[in-house]
Every structure is written in structure tokens, then in C-alpha cells.
């Protein structure tokens, strides 16, 4: 059975959520690469209006749509200085959700948290090996130290991970066309180009005359519409392309 479904989740929360505890636990393994970190740099004024001079009044600076909820992309703004972090928040959006965002089921509550284990039982139960975690030692809206409020943000809820399961819709898809429109360049790094709507997008932007550029460590199912194609590690490729310096990459 998938675990990532609302219906998995209303039948077995313990399971959904030990399943994302340990992806949450692996994804912390993991850092940023320099595909991260090039991307992440493109909030960087200087380095934005040096590779996209063309970008236009009404839209500064480039946006960055992303498919993973591993949080990577989250992690390689952190390490910039504090205003170019803040510019390159605004402009990620995480179409599908993040790991390491929770949402209360009860008042809808949306709060980042990168605490391992979440609660302490979930550092306790392993999937597969344990019997199901009570609802009431899960993950709740205010935390294991709740008080009984009912506010919002602190009112007791069960959480879930605020990731976009099977049968839910992507979010941020308005926001995404209206940029797909006037984009006259699209990256498309590390994906399959397997998967809606995030499959149709390049093709949105080569209908309305912009190039795509693809990046990918071997050949995809969307090469075929690539103007530029870049095979082998992102890693390598992606900050290579785009004149990366040293001092762009720079992480601190």
C-alpha cells in the first residue's frame, strides 16, 4: 500500500508517519550540492543581472520551482546572507510540498520544522518493526509540551507532513504559468520530465518562443524538445553553464 496518500494517512497515520520520519532522517544525511548552491545563488543580484540581463522590471529575479520535498533547496539559501536568503525564499516555490514542513489537520497550520526526531516516539517506533504509535504520542499542532489551547498554531491537531500526496493538487500552478508566459528561458535540472503538470512547463515556454535548457545526468524523455542539452552530473554541468565563480558558490 502507498503511504503517500490522504487516504494512507487517514487509515494508518503511525505508518505515514514513521515512513516520513525516515525520509526526514535521510534527507538530514544529505547536503546541498553545487547544482544547490548555483540555483541558490541566482538570488544574488549581481549574478542574477549578470546570466538574465534580460529579466524585466515586473519579474527581478528568477523563480525556482521545484518537485523534490527533501528541503535541499531550502538548505542552500540558508547558508547566503540574510537579505539574498530572504529574496531567494520568496522566489522557490516547492510545488510539492516539503518533508520538513508540518500542517495541522485541525486548524490548517503551516509551520517549518527540521527537528529530528519530531516527537519522541517516532525516534522510538521503526516502520516495519513496531506496533502503530498512538494518535495522541503523534505529532500535534503545539508540540508534546501542548497546554490544551485551541488556538491556532497550538491547538492540539494531529499533523501531517505538508507534502502534496497522490490525489492532491500541486500547489503554486497560478503563480507558475503566469511566470511560464513571459519566460524566455527555462532550466530544467535533475528531472524525468515524467511526471504532471511539472512535465508540461518547458513546453509552455518553447510555444511561447523561450529556449530550454536541459540538464540531466542521462537522457530524459524531454530532450528531445531541449535547445541546449547538458548530460552528466548537475553538479558539474549546471554551475559550469552558468559562469559560476568560486565566489558565487560562496557559502558563507
Not at 533547496?73 to 547566503?80: D, E, G, I, P, T
Not at 500552478?173 to 503538470?197: F, H, N, Q, W, Y
Not at 529556449?211 to 540531466?216: C, H, M, R, S, V
Given at each position: 500500500?502507498?503511504?503517500?496518500?490522504?487516504?494512507?494517512?487517514?487509515?494508518?497515520?503511525?505508518?505515514?508517519?514513521?515512513?516520513?520520519?525516515?525520509?526526514?532522517?535521510?534527507?538530514?544525511?544529505?547536503?546541498?550540492?553545487?547544482?544547490?548552491?548555483?540555483?541558490?545563488?541566482?538570488?544574488?543580484?549581481?549574478?542574477?543581472?549578470?546570466?538574465?540581463?534580460s529579466?524585466?522590471?515586473?519579474?527581478?529575479?528568477?523563480?525556482?520551482?521545484?518537485?523534490?520535498?527533501?528541503?535541499l533547496?531550502?538548505?542552500?539559501?540558508?547558508?547566503?546572507p540574510?537579505?539574498?536568503?530572504?529574496?531567494?525564499?520568496?522566489?522557490?516555490?516547492?510545488?510539492?510540498?516539503?518533508?520538513?514542513?508540518?500542517?495541522?489537520?485541525?486548524?490548517?497550520h503551516?509551520?517549518?520544522?527540521?527537528?529530528?526526531?519530531?516527537?519522541?516516539?517516532?525516534?522510538?517506533?521503526?516502520?516495519?518493526?513496531?506496533?502503530?504509535?498512538?494518535?495522541?504520542?503523534l505529532?500535534?499542532?503545539?508540540?508534546?509540551?501542548?497546554?490544551?489551547?485551541?488556538?491556532?498554531?497550538?491547538?492540539?491537531?494531529?499533523?501531517?507532513?505538508?507534502?502534496?500526496?497522490?490525489?492532491?493538487?500541486?500547489?503554486?500552478?497560478?503563480?507558475?504559468?503566469?511566470?511560464?508566459?513571459?519566460?524566455?528561458?527555462?532550466?530544467?535540472?535533475?528531472?524525468?520530465?515524467?511526471?504532471?503538470?511539472?512535465?508540461?512547463?518547458?513546453?509552455?515556454?518553447?510555444?511561447g518562443?523561450?529556449?530550454?535548457?536541459?540538464?540531466?545526468?542521462?537522457?530524459s524523455?524531454?530532450?528531445?524538445?531541449?535547445?541546449?542539452?547538458?548530460?552528466?552530473?548537475?553538479?558539474?554541468?549546471?554551475?559550469?553553464?552558468?559562469?559560476?565563480?568560486?565566489?558565487?558558490?560562496?557559502?558563507?
Open positions: 500500500m502507498s503511504l503517500a496518500t490522504p487516504e494512507a494517512f487517514e487509515d494508518t497515520p503511525s505508518r505515514v508517519w514513521q515512513f516520513y520520519h525516515e525520509r526526514r532522517e535521510k534527507a538530514l544525511g544529505a547536503s546541498p550540492n553545487a547544482a544547490h548552491h548555483a540555483l541558490a545563488a541566482l538570488a544574488r543580484p549581481n549574478v542574477i543581472s549578470r546570466i538574465a540581463p529579466l524585466e522590471a515586473k519579474f527581478p529575479q528568477a523563480l525556482f520551482v521545484t518537485q523534490n520535498v527533501d528541503g533547496s531550502v538548505r542552500a539559501l540558508v547558508s547566503l540574510p537579505d539574498i536568503r530572504a529574496i531567494g525564499e520568496k522566489n522557490l516555490l516547492q510545488m510539492h510540498g516539503s518533508i520538513f514542513v508540518t500542517r495541522c489537520t485541525n486548524c490548517e503551516e509551520q517549518p520544522n527540521f527537528d529530528l526526531p519530531l516527537c519522541a516516539a517516532l525516534g522510538q517506533y521503526r516502520l516495519d518493526e513496531d506496533d502503530d504509535i498512538p494518535i495522541s504520542e505529532p500535534k499542532c503545539g508540540g508534546e509540551k501542548w497546554n490544551g489551547s485551541n488556538e491556532v498554531g497550538n491547538c492540539g491537531g494531529l499533523l501531517r507532513p505538508a507534502v502534496v500526496w497522490f490525489g492532491e493538487a500541486p500547489e503554486f500552478l497560478d503563480e507558475i504559468d503566469d511566470r511560464l508566459k513571459s519566460c524566455d528561458l527555462i532550466l530544467v535540472v535533475g528531472t524525468s520530465s515524467a511526471v504532471t503538470p511539472a512535465s508540461t512547463f518547458a513546453k509552455t515556454v518553447q510555444d518562443g523561450g529556449k530550454i535548457a536541459i540538464f540531466n545526468l542521462e537522457r524523455k524531454g530532450d528531445k524538445r531541449a535547445d541546449f542539452l547538458f548530460l552528466g552530473p548537475c553538479a558539474d554541468t549546471l554551475p559550469d553553464a552558468l559562469g559560476m565563480t568560486t565566489e558565487d558558490l560562496a557559502t558563507h
